[in-house]
Structures are given as C-alpha cells and as structure tokens.
C-alpha cells in the first residue's frame, strides 16, 4: 500500500479530467485528502485508506457510500460545506470543491479564533438539533470570505460526550497547545492521552465556561 507521501504527484482519471495530486493536505480517521490540480483549477481529492484508529470504528460500511450519505445530510441542513463534485466507490476515493482560505487550526494557534465562534457555535446547533455530532476537530474547518466551512463530511448519531461543548471546544479554546501541534505534530500537545481522542480540558475550562456563556444562546 502507498503511504500518502508516495502518492503525491501521481494522477487519476475523474469526471473532472486527469487530476495531479500535488499536496498532502491532511490525514483523518477513513482517508488521505490532497490537493489536486487540472487546467489551472484546484479540486480536494479525499482517498479512502484502511489504517486502524483506536477510538472508531466504520464497520464493514463502503466509505465512499457513507461520505456520499453524509454530504447529503449536511447540505440539506444547511451546513457549509465544500460541493461533493464527484466520487468512486470502487476506486475509493472523491473529489470535492477547493475552498481557498484559512485553516482553523492556524486561527487557534495564532490567537484569532474568536472571529469564527458565532458561526461554529451555530453549526452545532444545526447538526445537534438534527441529532448529529460532526467531528468538530480544527482541522475540519476553513474559514473563507469570512465564512466558517465544514470541509469534512463526517457526522455521527448525537452523543453528548462527543459534542461540541464537551469535547470539541477544547482544542479551540487550546490556542498554546495547538501552536505547538502544528509545529512538532505531537498530539499530545492537545489530548490526555496518545491513543484516549479525549482533549486536554482542565487548564481550558475557565476559557471554554466563558464562551458556553457567550455562544451557545446566541
């Protein structure tokens, strides 16, 4: 099996022409996303992978199908998120619209997440009040034109423990912990433990009441 690394620069036939992955663009719990270039033009390439993660398991579901599912789900209820352009359950893999801006992880570490809470804060409304939890990790958000994208598809049946109060605000609130992440890729410069997904909440609590206070009734 190719690592991500070697995959870059290699091309794939898809409705939208032979696309180059040019950039390795992050690695989640069912794929490798990249970035792919044809004619000038910038698509998101997400290539399924079957590496185990210690906190979730898909089962023995096609991940193409459940991400296909998933983005009718979210833009149906409004949520924005990046256009599903086409996919390849055979093959494995997506293409999905490029969105041009900031990666929410570089908000938090450089101090400027605060901009963006009105709108996370929001979509978790939308997706709890639709008895979802989406995977509200940094990583799965740009902020483009000043508007908040969820550029993952993924989301979950409602479960308190995973939402955005109880455990995703915590890397947002960690704006030290991230900057370290982003520079040594240490996860333990966010989470209790290497293999728990459970974020560092302690020194964050003070930080993450105040926002809840803010926020969440908004």
């Not at 009040?129 to 990790?137: E, I, K, P, Q, R």
């Not at 605000?169 to 209790?192: E, H, K, P």
Request: proline letters at 4%.
């Amino acid at each position: 099996m190719q690592t991500a690394g070697q995959q870059l620069g290699t091309t794939l036939e898809t409705e939208q022409g032979l696309l180059t992955l040019t950039a390795f663009l992050g690695r989640g719990k069912s794929a490798y996303s990249y970035l792919a270039t044809n004619n000038g033009c910038k698509y998101v390439v997400k290539m399924m992978h079957d590496e185990p993660c210690p906190y979730y398991d898909f089962g023995n579901q096609n991940k193409v199908t459940v991400e296909l599912n998933a983005y009718h789900t979210l833009d149906r209820l409004g949520i924005p998120v990046p256009k599903l352009l086409s996919h390849d359950e055979q093959r494995g893999f997506l293409v999905k619209s490029y969105i041009e801006g900031v990666l929410a992880n570089d908000l938090i570490a450089d101090g400027n997440v605060e901009t963006v809470l009105p709108q996370l804060y929001q979509i978790s409304k939308i997706a709890q009040h639709a008895g979802l939890n989406l995977d509200y990790f940094p990583a799965n958000f740009v902020c483009a034109d000043n508007q908040l994208f969820y550029v993952d598809y993924e989301h979950n049946p409602y479960d308190s423990a995973w939402d955005l109060h109880n455990w995703g605000i915590y890397y947002w609130a960690n704006s030290a912990g991230m900057a370290d992440y982003q520079r040594t890729g240490d996860i333990l410069n966010l989470n209790q433990t290497l293999d728990s997904g459970i974020p560092i909440k302690a020194p964050l609590q003070s930080r993450v009441n105040n926002w809840q206070q803010r926020y969440q009734h908004g």
